[in-house]
């Protein structure tokens, strides 16, 4: 069964203290990794969408890197504004379950000033 | 672009009731789909539709109905609501099925008395 296992649960870090957040995934064929983020009362929103192992991508303080067993996010000298819900999800190549997002439980992340 | 729109943003039901979560989109996106989001459990795929007239079921679809007669809307039919149904509903839409970022709208916020 496709399993995404996000962790830590939550995170509170204080503002510029550096940190990682962790995805884990099993899955019988990766299409892609994607990471969102979601602000209390609202829709994920879209940060990066990762292909490959060996892949990275930034943006800001956020860079998103794979690895054929897990996706880290980290995050560089935070600010209280990215204070939010970080949702990890996967999509399966092939299979019935193709196109489907499969996510994690997300982590929780606060940055104190 | 207004992106991924729903309404109502919040909703109150009595068991048995039935009602219509709206979506839109006018991105030009072929596939849209509906999630919900509960406490621990994170988001799961409950209808999805690859194109206008085609739709098929996610994790989660029983007590759902769902049609698509125009690329931009996507309603998702609450058939006779149960107080399992109280959750936040988000609608997506991507360029296409696989492989490409999912945009999620607001949400509505179904509370089954």
């Known amino acids: 069964e496709d399993q995404v296992t996000q962790s830590p649960e939550a995170l509170r870090l204080q503002e510029g203290e550096s940190s990682s957040l962790n995805c884990s995934y099993t899955?019988?064929?990766?299409?892609?990794l994607f990471w969102y983020r979601q602000d209390p009362g609202k829709g994920p929103e879209f940060l990066f969408t990762?292909?490959?192992a060996g892949e990275e991508k930034e943006k800001e303080r956020l860079k998103a890197t794979l690895t054929k067993k897990e996706s880290f996010l980290h995050i560089t000298a935070p600010k209280p504004e990215d204070s939010a819900t970080y949702l990890c999800?996967?999509?399966?190549?092939?299979?019935?379950?193709?196109?489907?997002?499969?996510f994690g439980q997300g982590t929780i992340l606060t940055v104190h000033p | 672009n207004a992106g991924v729109t729903q309404t109502p943003k919040f909703q109150v039901l009595k068991t048995g009731q039935s009602m219509t979560l709206q979506c839109a989109q006018d991105?030009?996106?072929?596939?849209m789909s509906w999630y919900r989001q509960d406490p621990g459990m994170g988001l799961r795929l409950i209808h999805y539709?690859?194109?206008?007239?085609?739709?098929d079921q996610g994790e989660v679809p029983n007590g759902y109905n769902v049609s698509r007669s125009t690329t931009e809307d996507f309603p998702l039919r609450l058939l006779s609501a149960a107080p399992s149904q109280t959750s936040v509903y988000f609608c997506?839409?991507?360029?296409?099925?696989?492989?490409?970022?999912?945009?999620f709208g607001p949400g509505t916020r179904l509370t089954v008395l």
């Open positions: 997506a839409s991507s360029y296409s099925l696989a492989g490409f970022e999912q945009f």
């Open positions: 899955v019988s064929g990766l299409r892609g």
């Open positions: 990762l292909y490959s």
């Open positions: 999800a996967v999509q399966i190549a092939g299979g019935t379950s193709y196109g489907k997002l499969t």
């Open positions: 991105m030009n996106h072929e596939y």
């Open positions: 539709s690859v194109g206008a007239g085609i739709t």
